[in-house]
């Protein structure tokens, strides 16, 4: 059974960073491209952020472009995405889950970020 | 990239149909047969409901079906279930700089 699991959300301050991971299993992960896909509350889905299945390239949306750095451990079956420079905007439910290229197939359970003083 | 367009809201009684519509752009729904659909429930990870504009994954009821005509994609839901009631969002790929863009979302009422 293919599974997602993110964690590492929290409440963090205007500014501060934070490191969420999604750890992977049931399938061969060093096979898929991943991504980060987050959903503000009561709003819909945006993509964030993609890696390729070996990590040597990567893409973000312009709304993190430069504050974000998403990165994997094969050898972990781990996607990270690491957030500086977060602000209240970036507030949000955090999902990774795999695109075969044209669909968004597996998905975790996702993780809450919530950046607030 | 923005959003596709969905309508915020859509009903129907139990047995009725309803239909989704999501417009895009010649960069995204046009451009490519890549549009799929999602059902999510509240406090749920998105479901994939149809994916390449049409084709059902296994174990999604044939209810459902999908379309496209020029920068418009659809989402129809036949018989409708109490347990289909829920939001839709829909999925295009848009080119290599922003490669995926999602629907604003449509929440489903099943009157």
């Known amino acids: 059974e293919v599974q997602l699991v993110e964690s590492g959300g929290g409440l963090v301050q205007p500014g501060g960073s934070l490191r969420l991971s999604c750890a992977a299993s049931?399938?061969?992960?060093?096979?898929?491209?991943m991504h980060w896909v987050r959903q503000a509350p009561g709003k819909g889905l945006v993509w964030v952020s993609r890696?390729?299945?070996?990590?040597?390239?990567?893409s973000y949306a312009d709304s993190v472009k430069g504050r974000f750095t998403i990165s994997r451990d094969n050898a972990k079956n781990t996607l990270y995405l690491q957030m500086n420079s977060l602000r209240a905007e970036d507030t949000a439910v955090y999902y990774c889950?795999?695109?075969?290229?044209?669909?968004?197939?597996?998905w975790g359970q996702g993780t809450l970020v919530t950046v607030s003083s | 990239q923005s959003a596709l367009t969905q309508p915020p809201s859509a009903s129907g009684s139990p047995g009725q149909s309803v239909t989704i519509s999501c417009t895009g752009t010649?960069?995204?729904?046009?451009?490519?047969?890549?549009v799929s659909w999602y059902q999510q429930h509240p406090g749920k990870a998105p479901k994939l409901m149809i994916y390449?504009?049409?084709k059902r994954p296994s174990g999604v009821p044939d209810r459902f079906s999908g379309s496209k005509s020029g920068n418009t994609a659809s989402l129809t839901v036949s018989g409708l279930q109490a347990e289909d009631e829920a939001d839709y969002y829909c999925?295009?790929?848009?080119?290599?700089?922003?490669?995926?863009?999602f629907g604003t979302g449509t929440k489903v009422t099943v009157l």
């Open positions: 889950a795999t695109n075969s290229g044209s669909y968004w197939e597996y």
């Open positions: 390449e504009v049409s």
């Open positions: 999925s295009s790929y848009a080119g290599s700089n922003t490669p995926y863009v």
């Open positions: 010649s960069s995204d729904v046009g451009g490519y047969n890549y």
């Open positions: 049931g399938f061969t992960f060093s096979s898929y491209w």
């Open positions: 890696i390729n299945s070996d990590g040597s390239s990567t």
